[in-house]
């Protein structure tokens, strides 16, 4: 049964949005009513109705259609691609639908049409011919938005530095429009409080920067929506080296005298490192969306949301090609958010969820909990992580309908034996993956360790195929499950694997794990 329909709308276009219900697998369709008339049908759990009346209220019904066909049929039909194309024309040639089973709707009433400034025309005259800096223009564009106002980049490429935005307002970016970050540190100057892999600190500020970092406090920074069809690009790998050359000049002295702290790194670069901006950051920040943009070419992780909520991310794409530590989408300490239909060549992890790093993030202690992510494609990375900062805990995420094939691990939970906290309550759901893990991993474990290793437990993955083959520069084979706990006292506990399909691979491994069940899961 549908719990609950989730929903946003603009002028013309209402986008709805549900968790998958009980029982439902990669063969269940949904048909989608307004005002009781069918708009249409689709085998994901999310559904854009488009051309509406401004200004009209709208009842949508989103209804379960039974089908009686083996979902893990559904994948190897092909039911995952990253458009979305083939996957309800494949599941159409065999599924056999019967009546409406359950269903769930929800009455909503599109917006009128936002006041726009066009920051081409007067009194801005921005430049779109991706040589003149637009830093002072944009800002002003930005400073000048009223509440429930626009901001509109109309085709072409304005250079700039960091931008700041503000509650009740939106960015719009026309198609072939792309507002391009510069590749020289000075231009995201004066540094901001910030949190970079789990540690707060004054980094250079982002491309996009909203809200203030708070960790006592609550949000700052309300109802904001990042959207349109262009481009948001960051300085990337040469903004990235540039900062750490000059952070490492900065801090020479330092590094010198603790070269045990240096040698307890990733490599050199990870002390300097840390200072980086992301493409977009949000702290202490509620009810942002970001709908449409390809998002690419942060200095280092490209979406970063810290002690915020309710933060929704659709139908983007991101790209961090040649980014060290070039993360996709960062929820950290942060509370219900919502990614979908979306895909991701990055460099390092797609996603990875975050809480913070020991001692601070134990003693912070704020969990990132109540996530959502589904129908999303890797077409490279690591895949969909929770972790290795994970110190503030971890809790209820949900991940269904994703397509990892074309990635290193696929979904993995990681942390240090110094992290402390806890990651709980897993569920993964119709994914493709390389490999299932959850592990303790060598990297960034500089700083003091927390009073006890990490708990992980209550993970459950139902109807997943694994295919035993990673992707890092050249594809080769991997262990298929691979669950090692922390110590005796420290196992991983409560894993179900149900209906997994194994495909490939180097095997299972589950070390130091305390009541595992494989329930109808063999290799193929």
């Given amino acids: 049964m ?48 488009e051309n509406l009346e401004v200004g009209r209220e709208y009842t949508a019904q989103v209804s379960v259609l039974a089908a009686d066909r083996d979902s893990s049929a559904v994948q190897s039909a092909g039911h995952f691609s990253p458009d ?36 081409t025309a007067a009194p801005y005259f921005a430049k779109g011919d991706g040589r003149t800096m637009n830093t002072a223009i944009l800002q002003r564009a930005f400073d000048d938005c009223p509440a429930g106002g626009a901001v509109y980049l109309p085709s072409g490429t304005y250079l700039t530095g960091a931008l700041r935005l503000h509650s009740d307002m939106e960015l719009y970016l026309e198609e072939r429009a792309v507002l ?35 960790h006592t406090s609550g949000c ?95 139908h983007c794409y991101f790209s961090s090609k040649g980014t060290w530590n070039g993360d996709g989408w960062d929820p950290d300490s942060s509370e219900y958010c919502t990614l979908f239909s979306s895909v991701f060549h990055t460099e390092d992890d797609s996603v990875a969820i975050k809480s913070g790093k020991n001692p601070e993030g134990n003693k912070i202690s704020r969990p990132t909990r109540h996530i959502r992510i589904f129908d ?38 990681k942390a240090t034996r110094k992290r402390g906290g806890y990651v709980r309550g897993l569920m993964v759901q119709d994914c493709i993956v390389p490999c299932l893990q959850a592990v303790s991993v060598g990297y960034n474990d500089d700083g003091v360790p927390a009073s006890e290793p990490p708990y992980f437990e209550d993970f459950t993955y139902e109807r997943v195929t694994v295919t035993g083959r990673s992707l890092l520069e050249d594809w080769s084979d991997c262990r298929a499950i691979e669950f090692i706990g922390f110590d005796e006292a420290h196992p991983i506990r409560h894993i179900r694997f149900q209906d997994v399909k194994i495909t490939g691979g180097l095997g299972v491994n589950t070390t130091l794990c305390e009541d595992v069940r494989f329930e109808n899961s063999l290799p193929a």
Wanted: charged share 25%.
């Fill in 2 to 49: 549908i719990d609950q329909l989730y929903y946003y709308t603009d002028p013309d276009r209402a986008e709805l949005w549900w968790e998958k219900p009980e029982g439902a697998g990669c063969g269940t369709h949904y048909q989608i009513s307004l005002d009781g008339m069918t708009a249409g049908e689709t085998d994901r759990t999310h559904y854009t109705i």
């Fill in 220 to 314: 700052n920074c309300t109802n904001v929506t990042i959207r349109g069809k262009g481009t948001i690009r960051g300085g990337g790998a040469a903004l990235a080296k540039a900062t750490i050359r000059s952070e490492r000049e900065r801090l020479k002295e330092y590094l010198a005298a603790n070269a045990d702290d240096v040698a307890a790194c990733e490599n050199d670069n990870t002390i300097p490192g840390r200072v980086r901006g992301r493409l977009i950051n949000m702290s202490n920040c509620s009810r942002i969306r970001i709908s449409g943009l390809t998002l690419a070419d942060g200095a280092s992780w490209n979406l970063h949301m810290v002690y915020s909520d309710h933060i929704i991310t659709d």
């Fill in 84 to 119: 979305g194309t083939g996957a309800a024309a494949s599941a159409e040639l065999a599924i056999q639908k019967s009546a409406i089973q359950k269903s769930a709707s929800v009455t909503f009433t599109t917006p009128l049409p936002r006041k726009r400034i066009d920051v």
């Fill in 376 to 413: 999303c494609y890797s077409a490279f990375g690591h895949g969909l992580c929770i972790g290795s900062e994970m110190s503030g805990g971890v809790e209820d995420v949900k991940i269904w309908d994703c397509d990892l094939e074309h990635s290193m691990v696929g979904i993995q939970v």
């Fill in 180 to 214: 391009q970050g510069t590749a020289d540190p000075a231009d995201y100057l004066p540094r901001i409080k910030s949190r970079f892999e789990g540690t707060e600190m004054e980094c250079y500020q982002s491309l996009l920067n909203l809200g203030e970092l708070d």
